[in-house]
Structures are given as C-alpha cells and as structure tokens.
C-alpha cells in the first residue's frame, strides 16, 4: 500500500455506488464496506475492496450500536480516515458514527438537513428558500390551523423516507385528520404541506470546499410522485442549458447547498415549478447521487460520472490535495424506466444509434439515449415509453411503510 494511502469506511444498505469504491481503490486507499447480510452474493466490486462488512437488517432496521461496537473494533488496528454514506437511508448511520468516534464530516445535526423532510423544509425557510406551506403533526391547533387557512390538496409525508415512498395525497380536512389519527403515536414521524402541481426538476450537484463545482439541470417527464402512487412509465431529459429554467434552478440549488451547510460531496436536489405562478420551490434535497440510474444519464449528457469525482473529491479532501473536475461536455440525454413483467425483458428492437445504455436490473425495462439535440432525446423517450407500455411494463403496488425514524 502506497505511503499516502488513507482508510475510508463506505456504507449502503443498497446495492449501489460501485464506481465510487472502484475510484477510491484506484486512489491508493484502503476499502471497507458495510452493507447488509442480504447484499452479500450482490457482485460487488470485490478486487477494489479490502474487507466487507455485513449487518443483519434492512434499511433502518440495523442496530447502530453493533455498527459502533464493529466499526470501533476496526479502529483499534486500523485508523479511519473518512466515513461515507452511499444512500439515502446510510446518512444517519455515518453521522452516528462520526459524532461518536470524532471523525471528520457532516454531523447528525446538518445531516438532518439531507433526511428529515420537516427538517429540510424548516431549514429552507429560515433561508428565505421558496416552499411549499407545511406543517408539522405536534401540535393540534397548528394542524387545524394549516387544514383551515392552506388550500388542498395536501400531502402527507414520512420525514425519513426515501423519494416518494409513503406520501398520501388527501383533499379535505376531515380526511386529514382520519390519515393522522390511524398514525396513532407515530404521527410526529410525519409533516403535511401543500400540494403545487407543476413541473418537477432535479439537479444533481458536486460539491467541493462548499462550492458547487459541477451542476445538470434535468425535468421528469412523469414525477416519482405519479409513478408511485399510480405506476407508469419513469423519464427523464436534462434540460436545454443556459435556459431559463436551467438558470433559475441552479439559482435556487446554490442557496439549498450553502444554506443547509453541505461542504464535500454529491447532491441530488427536487424542484418545481409550480403551474398556478411559475415559480419555482424547493421540494427536497440528498447528501448523495440520485437513483434509478440518473447517474448513468448525468454521465451520457456530461461526460461526468458522478459516482467516481465524488470519490476523488473524497480522496482529495483526506489528503489535502486540490481537485479538479474533469472538463465536462454539454449534450442531452435522457432515461425511460419500467417495472417489466418479464424477469430478463429482450430490449434489442430499441436499437436506434443514440440508445447509449440498458438497466441491467431483474423485472426492469429500461434505456438510456444520448443526442447533442434535445429535441432528438425527447422524440425517442416519447416513442419508447410507448412501446414499453405496450409490450413490458407492469405495475407492483407500493408497500406500506410500517418502520419510520
């Protein structure tokens, strides 16, 4: 091992971020990951790994005090240089273990920021970020308070889920009420705010020494929220650069990352533009790379894999070096995605030249198409959610979510 060889702890309860430890090995470093007992046949990339870890339990359902106790035994042979969060659901488990073993990195107070969704709206709020009116489920008077002066429909959302996971759209208050009292002693898990129809955006971000170094502005064309709550057919198209909507989101994504205190790292952030008056507000923000596969469109539009400069951003910032982002490209690109009811769907009659990757994932028909022309990606995300209507998709009803922090 190299001399200035540093010892990262990277942690996921998801199979992911394999261009992230395959960047971080090829830095010199040392490896270890802790993922969960049932990732274990999972084809990690092994040969950049020095040792995994495995935890019993699913998503938040690790115990985080054998996670200390494990991470800790580590420590007593080996330093650890830096702890990594590679999903959603690992944030709180790598600010646990920083505060507790006094590592450098996000603590479990900005943490909060990128999880707890009334934590994000609080925050933006005392930032003068444009939101939708929320309220928290502490207080009766307040919730009242909210249903009788907040147009419907509203949404009821998990503070600590993922994407669009658990929302309940509901139209008046008397269903409102019905929704927080069968929550029972779980309802403080929980905040209500105003459903804004409009356009939804996302902006994937890096982020050095607390500068946005890197930023692509993309729309879906159906919102998680939709796809979710109804199924269909997940898209989307990273917006033409320099727009109007490129610039006011970016705008917006500049005060989200400075204001909720994001230093290092990667950063996928929601928007909407609203339809009743064009603005634009804040909908949620993460402390890692967006999911179902947007990284691989982020790279066919930009020439960036997202995954391998956050690992470099991390290398850099243990080692005291300066990074540099790799120049990027300025194309389009955009993805189609479906649960299939085929286990290994046959995607080869999509065959059109700008076709630049295909989900590999079991149950999933999905493309990725690449064209310095804008126009030529939404022409074949049109055409191809079409046909894999047609002929793939399937609809899995959404699980009920029965853990909340």
């Not at 046949?41 to 092994?46: E, G, L, N, Q």
């Not at 970020?129 to 009821?156: G, K």
């Amino acid at each position: 091992m190299e001399k200035n060889s540093k010892n990262f702890v990277c942690i996921s309860n998801y199979f992911k971020g394999s261009d992230f430890l395959i960047s971080l090995k090829n830095e010199g470093n040392k490896v270890f990951l802790v993922t969960s007992e049932k990732l274990r046949h999972k084809p990690w990339p092994f040969d950049h790994i020095d040792e995994v870890f495995y935890m019993e339990g699913q998503d938040i359902d690790w115990n985080l005090e054998h996670l200390l106790l494990g991470v800790s035994n580590l420590m007593k042979s080996t330093p650890i240089d830096a702890v990594v969060a590679l999903d959603d659901f690992d944030v709180e488990k790598a600010t646990y273990l920083r505060e507790n073993l006094r590592i450098d990195g996000m603590g479990q107070t900005t943490g909060r920021y990128f999880r707890d969704k009334l934590a994000m709206r609080m925050r933006a709020k005392s930032c003068g970020i444009s939101n939708p009116q929320f309220c928290s489920l502490f207080n009766d008077h307040d919730i009242n308070h909210f249903a009788d002066t907040v147009a419907a429909p509203w949404v009821l959302k998990p503070r600590s889920e993922a994407s669009a996971t658990g929302i309940i759209k509901v139209y008046d208050k008397e269903s409102l009420w019905m929704h927080i009292n069968e929550m029972g002693n779980n309802r403080f898990k929980y905040l209500v705010e105003q459903f804004r129809p409009g356009d939804v955006y996302h902006c994937d971000s890096l982020i050095s020494d607390g500068k946005i170094i890197f930023s692509i502005t993309s729309r879906y064309l159906a919102t998680p929220m939709e796809i979710s709550q109804g199924g269909g057919i997940f898209r989307s198209v990273n917006v033409p650069y320099n727009s109007s909507d490129d610039k006011e989101i970016k705008k917006v994504n500049e005060q989200v990352i400075k204001g909720f205190g994001l230093k290092h790292g990667a950063a996928h952030s929601e928007y909407i533009k609203c339809k009743d008056d064009g603005k634009i507000y804040f909908l949620e923000t993460s402390s890692r790379v967006g999911g179902a596969h947007l990284a691989e469109m982020v790279a066919a539009a930009s020439g960036i894999n997202l995954w391998t400069e956050w690992a470099k951003i991390e290398n850099a910032l243990v080692k005291g070096l300066k990074y540099t982002l790799p120049k990027a490209k300025k194309e389009y690109a955009g993805i189609v995605l479906t649960l299939s009811k085929f286990e290994n769907p046959d995607l080869s009659s999509f065959s059109d030249d700008e076709v630049c990757f295909r989900v590999p994932l079991e149950y999933h028909a999905g493309l990725i198409v690449n064209s310095d022309k804008h126009e030529k990606v939404l022409e074949l995300l049109d055409n191809y959610a079409e046909r894999l209507v047609r002929d793939f998709a399937t609809v899995a009803a959404q699980a009920e979510v029965k853990n909340l922090h």
